[in-house]
């Protein structure tokens, strides 16, 4: 996930005066190398903001799951709306698809996990068990922490309004701060134990 921020993050930042959105940010459109680099992939419905340009309107559809609101409802893209579904991938990533059957009526993914992280309730319940292990292994509360962590900064790219989200370098440099971290404490969890 980290490759594929860096990649939004050229994509949104890299190429000032203007910005590529992507549009339609999703598993399927993230090709993984021999070397399992991430790459983004399919930018056939990608659009070029221009300097001064913040958002624009259109009437192309992303995928559903995986669009930001502004974008289903009113058509608006921005960089923020990749960063929005950035957001729902890294979710999937660690945990169920938007779309899974379990989310029906008002319940979606993004409630699910919010819910996960409240302090009586648990990140266990959501996440991958095979990547957390178990309460046995000597790095149990170092994957649990890493995960909850990743799991606040899917949200942070979440939020329902525009205004709210962080952008993609804010992404991308929280990220590298939780890989530093979980590196750091799994190292020292292996020099205790």
């Given at each position: 996930?980290k490759?594929?921020?860096?990649?939004l993050?050229?994509?949104h930042h890299?190429?000032?005066?203007?910005h590529?959105?992507?549009?339609?940010?999703?598993p399927?459109n993230i090709?993984?190398?021999?070397?399992?680099?991430?790459?983004?992939a399919?930018?056939?419905?990608?659009?070029?903001l221009g300097e001064?340009?913040?958002?624009t309107?259109t009437t192309?559809l992303?995928?559903i799951?995986?669009?930001?609101?502004?974008?289903?409802?009113?058509?608006?893209?921005s960089t923020r709306?990749?960063?929005?579904?950035?957001?729902i991938?890294?979710?999937?990533?660690f945990t169920?698809?938007p779309t899974?059957?379990?989310?029906?009526?008002?319940?979606?993914?993004k409630?699910?996990i919010a819910?996960s992280?409240?302090?009586?309730?648990?990140?266990?319940e959501?996440v991958?068990?095979?990547?957390?292990?178990?309460e046995?292994?000597?790095?149990?509360v170092?994957?649990r922490?890493?995960l909850?962590?990743i799991m606040?900064?899917?949200?942070?790219?979440?939020?329902?309004l525009?205004?709210?989200?962080?952008?993609m370098?804010?992404?991308?440099v929280?990220?590298?701060k939780?890989?530093i971290?979980?590196?750091k404490?799994?190292?020292?969890?292996?020099h205790?134990a």
């Open positions: 996930m490759d594929v921020a860096s990649a993050e050229y994509l890299g190429h000032r005066p203007n590529v959105v992507h549009c339609d940010v999703k399927g090709l993984l190398d021999d070397d399992m680099v991430a790459h983004v399919d930018l056939g419905i990608a659009r070029l001064g340009d913040s958002m309107q192309t992303a995928t799951g995986y669009m930001a609101p502004e974008f289903g409802m009113e058509g608006i893209i709306g990749d960063v929005y579904s950035f957001g991938v890294l979710m999937e990533t169920r698809k899974d059957e379990i989310f029906v009526g008002e319940m979606n993914l409630q699910w819910n992280l409240l302090p009586d309730a648990a990140i266990v959501v991958d068990a095979d990547l957390l292990g178990t046995e292994d000597g790095d149990f170092s994957r922490d890493c909850s962590s606040r900064l899917a949200l942070a790219c979440c939020a329902e525009l205004k709210e989200r962080i952008n370098q804010e992404a991308l929280t990220l590298n939780i890989k971290k979980f590196l404490d799994i190292k020292s969890s292996k205790s």
